[in-house]
């Protein structure tokens, strides 16, 4: 359950991004030239920008169609900062926590309203840049494209299974099988008692990405007829609220060893976030 919700709160920032909705309506798609070539965008970019990138790198495109997307890509890239930034002092600040043993939410929640803060700040643009990819690329580039994200996603679920396995996690703290079983216990009975499922927000989230990636395929893409607007602090807070949970039910459980070694793993994911920090279901 650790395992899930740290992904979780880096997977719905992109989720955020995504899911509310905008107000620049599509164009016509220009096409000056005919030669297209592949080649990856953004490679050195963050979070959607490189995953979006990555997927273009599958699309047939002409040189003017790889400018104007290369300059989407750039602008994007330099608003998603702050919140990357604030993101990353979030994750660091937990780190230290749990290495001490103990949750201190008050010292946490400015961290969190900055990096909501910074969310909502590039989210109008966010949502106009992808409906102008959508009126940059053909209706097949576009087919193609829906595709490739589908695959890249694909991808970056099966390293993160990998990488963050719940098995993953309990050999790599060195955890015993009484450990296990107490941390197992403990985190069902607090979800439980809280009355949320955490499994209604993916299949919301998963159904909504797949009606906006259906509905970029076709002619005309406006993510107001698409995607309903969503709050983005409360989607925030309801996965920080998994994490926190998670962590305040595991650390007494834990020895100072395991605590700093599970610290370890939280800077190390802050600083690793590049390639699967979002996900469009």
Known sequence: MLRHSLVALTLVLAAAALGCAGTVSSEPPASAETATSKAPIAV????????????????????????????????????????????????????????????DRTALQPKLDAMVAAMQKAQPADLGAFEQLHAILTPDQRVAFVDAVAAHVGELKDKMGERHGMHQWATDLNL???????????????????????????????????????????????FDEVAPPKDVAAQVGRTSEHLLGAAEVALPILTPAQRSLAAQKVREHAQNADGHSFDIP
Do not use: N
């Open 44 to 103: 050195s970019a963050h979070g959607p920008v490189k995953l979006f990138g990555a997927a273009l790198g599958d699309v047939p495109l002409t040189a003017s169609q790889r400018t104007a997307i290369e300059g989407l890509a750039t602008a994007a890239e330099a608003r998603h900062a702050d919140a990357r930034a604030a993101g990353q002092d979030l994750m660091s600040t937990l780190a230290t926590q749990i290495e001490a043993g103990q949750i």
């Open 176 to 222: 015993t099988d009484d450990q296990k079983s107490q941390i197992k216990d403990a985190m069902m009975a607090r979800f439980k008692a809280a009355g949320h499922d955490m499994k209604e927000d993916w299949k919301g989230a998963k159904h909504q990405g797949k009606a906006v990636m259906d509905a970029f395929k076709g002619d005309r893409f406006v």
